[in-house]
């Protein structure tokens, strides 16, 4: 079972999103914070004890921002899943870029967060297909920090398949199985797409593909 800490100062969703996680037997919610502040404090006295942090990306004293730099400068290496609503794409783009593994919706139904969840606890990028084109939309009026790179290589067909799959929150097992390789091979050809895009993680490697228009 993959055990969550919860983060959102919205009480009421809060207490919304642990009942629909409650109807599942995949997840069970460890703790609930109000800000990145406490999620933080939480975190630090309570080491091991989550597989996966849901947080909200707008919140008062920590937002999810600056709650995901202060995770990765402290080495708290829990993947992190950022739930927003359409208005919040340039913020967003700033959290993937900042380390947070996906994204949902706030109205997802129980099962695409439950699979979200499990596709990022397996190591995997969510992008929520729902909302992808809107924030293709809003990629382009935003100022990359991707510029000092040239443009990518072009990739092969085999190579736009992984990086849909890689989107899709797909781990590398998962895609070696959906295209009938060994892990193995999977792994040196998503570390080869890494290079090509010039990017040095999945998630980076998916937003630099939608930066482009590329999936």
Same mark, same amino acid.
Not at 155 to 168: Q, T, W, Y
Not at 176 to 180: K, N
Not at 197 to 205: E, F, I, K, P, Y
């Given at each position: 079972m993959i055990k969550l800490l919860l983060v959102d100062d919205q009480q009421l969703l809060r207490q919304g999103i642990a009942s629909l996680l409650g109807l599942s037997d995949k997840v069970q919610l460890m703790a609930q914070a109000n800000d990145g502040e406490q999620a933080l404090n939480w975190l630090q006295t309570h080491p091991d004890t989550v597989d996966v942090v849901l947080m909200d990306i707008r919140m008062p004293r920590m937002?999810?921002? @600056?709650?995901?730099?202060?995770?990765a400068e402290q080495g708290i290496n829990i993947p992190a899943i950022i739930l927003t609503t359409f208005d919040d794409h340039e913020l967003l783009i700033q959290a993937l870029k900042a380390g947070a593994k996906g994204y949902l919706l706030k109205d997802v139904s129980l099962e695409v967060l439950v699979a979200g969840i499990q596709a990022v606890h397996r190591g995997g990028t969510l992008i929520q297909p729902a909302i992808t084109s809107t924030l293709i939309d809003s990629l382009k009026g935003l100022k990359s920090d991707f510029?000092?790179? @040239? @443009?990518?290589?072009?990739? %092969?067909?085999?190579?736009?398949?992984?990086?849909?799959?890689? $989107? *899709?929150?797909? %781990?590398?097992?998962?895609i $070696?199985? %959906?295209?009938?390789k060994s892990e193995g091979t999977v792994k040196n050809q998503v570390s080869n797409l890494l290079s090509k895009?010039?990017?040095?993680?999945?998630?980076? *490697?998916v937003l630099? $593909?939608?930066e482009q228009g590329l999936i």
């Open positions: 937002d999810g921002i @600056q709650t995901l730099t202060a995770m510029e000092h790179y @040239q @443009q990518p290589e072009a990739l %092969s067909d085999k190579e736009m398949e992984i990086l849909r799959l890689m $989107a *899709a929150g797909c %781990s590398n097992k998962e $070696a199985q %959906s295209l009938f895009l010039g990017v040095r993680d999945r998630t980076r *490697a630099r $593909a939608i």
